[in-house]
């Protein structure tokens, strides 16, 4: 790592230090699975409690100045203040992300039910969460639909893509300036024998009739086991409809684990195909989140240790050296164009992300920064009576 020339070095913290991960309100709040919540001490109550601790990540890691928000769950009576809370402590409110799956009503899907009374609530709800955009001033809708059917034969296939484009067409064409349309496709949950949006494919073909603000975001938890998604990143950012990443991590389905700590090494290469495309400049429109779970571990802590993770595989990605590949992919060196990949993959880019955090005037060790901090033993006082938020509220 030492033995890097200067030039290098600089060029890769100057990356890192313009690297842009937006967290989740929702990963500050209690969550579990089907089977138990354990409450956590110190958990947020409100919208404004999230806020304060995506600013506390943002205080110790100095790249995560946005807090995705999702509706209801962060429902407010004023979205302009939210926002001027948020940007009292250094950070802006960032994706909306719409909630069509946990009323009643959606037992047969929403934007896709039979019911056309639930499918104009539903698009009403998405119709809202555009409005809620104008007053946060966030760019992104991200629409996740739990729609789908449990059986063959329960609903008609092409009948659902139908009321799928006109949802989607009455939300984006209510999008205004720079707003954009970002769906998620997610292969099962809550339906098991198909769901509505199931692949890239299908979210790719419903964005390209829709038009250039609709693009397509990659939950990584979202596939099948096995799946190579590090080819979606490359096939959707050369069709130019790659729009941001759900990040988080998977042994089995969607887990919604920290990033980077199953496969590290698919984080990477899916970094590298980003740095590759020149995608990782923010300004490239590439919005790299979070959506994760802290469900066991300590929720602060986990949301450090994740955008810690995606920096580490980021600079891996940043050290490849893509002369060396492209020479040997050219002159079809199998070998050496691996290896090139794997010498990068394998250094150890810690001191240097340590190097960089002292350049930014922060603690070389967030983690160790943040629980020396004392914000965790003072949230957990101020937060001792009262409603924790969780996954309803
Ligand atoms: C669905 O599994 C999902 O990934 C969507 O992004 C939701 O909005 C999110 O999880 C939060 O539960
Ligand atoms: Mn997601």
Redesign the pocket.
């Known amino acids: 790592m030492n033995q890097l020339a200067p030039q290098t070095r600089s060029r890769i913290k100057q990356a890192l230090r313009g690297q842009r991960v937006e967290t989740a309100s929702?990963a500050y709040g209690n969550s579990g699975t089907r089977f138990k919540v354990f409450p956590q001490e110190g958990v947020p109550r409100n919208p404004y409690e999230k806020i304060a601790d995506a600013a506390t990540v943002h205080r110790f890691t100095g790249v995560a100045p946005t807090v995705a928000l999702?509706i209801p769950w962060d429902k407010v009576d004023d979205y302009a203040d939210l926002a001027t809370a948020a940007a009292g402590q250094g950070i802006a409110l960032g994706t909306i992300?719409a909630?069509v799956f946990q009323d009643d009503d959606y037992k047969l899907g929403s934007v896709t039910n039979p019911d056309p009374g639930v499918r104009r609530k539903a698009i009403d709800h998405l119709l809202e969460c555009v409005d809620i955009m104008d007053q946060t001033g966030s760019r992104d809708l991200?629409l996740?639909f739990s729609d789908g059917t449990n059986y063959p034969g329960q609903d008609d296939v092409r009948t659902r893509q139908d009321r799928l484009a006109v949802a989607l067409g009455e939300a984006y064409d209510r999008l205004g300036g720079d707003q954009r349309m970002l769906l998620?496709y997610?292969l099962f949950?809550p339906a098991f024998y198909m769901t509505d949006v199931p692949d890239w494919g299908t979210a790719y073909l419903h964005c390209v009739q829709l038009g250039e603000r609709a693009q397509v975001v990659i939950?990584t938890?979202?596939h099948a086991p096995g799946t190579n998604i590090e080819f979606i990143v490359a096939v959707l950012l050369r069709a130019g409809k790659l729009g941001g990443f759900?990040f988080n991590s998977r042994f089995y389905a969607?887990d919604d684990l920290m990033v980077g700590s199953a496969d590290p090494f698919q984080l990477f290469r899916i970094m590298h195909e980003i740095v590759q495309a020149g995608a990782l400049d923010p300004r490239a429109g590439i919005a790299f989140m979070l959506?994760q779970c802290h469900n066991i571990e300590p929720k602060i802590p986990a949301v450090i240790r994740s955008v810690m993770n995606v920096q580490e595989a980021t600079a891996k990605a940043l050290l490849v050296d893509h002369d060396a590949l492209r020479a040997a992919q050219d002159n079809g060196d199998v070998l050496d164009a691996n290896a090139v990949l794997m010498d990068a993959y394998n250094t150890d880019v810690r001191p240097l992300l340590r190097e960089l955090r002292e350049d930014m005037g922060l603690d070389p060790d967030p983690i160790a920064a943040y629980r020396r901090s004392g914000y965790f033993e003072r949230v957990r006082q101020e937060r001792a009576e009262g409603q924790a938020a969780g996954w309803g509220a």
């Open positions: 929702w999702h992300n909630n991200k996740w998620e997610k949950e939950d938890g979202h759900d969607d959506d």
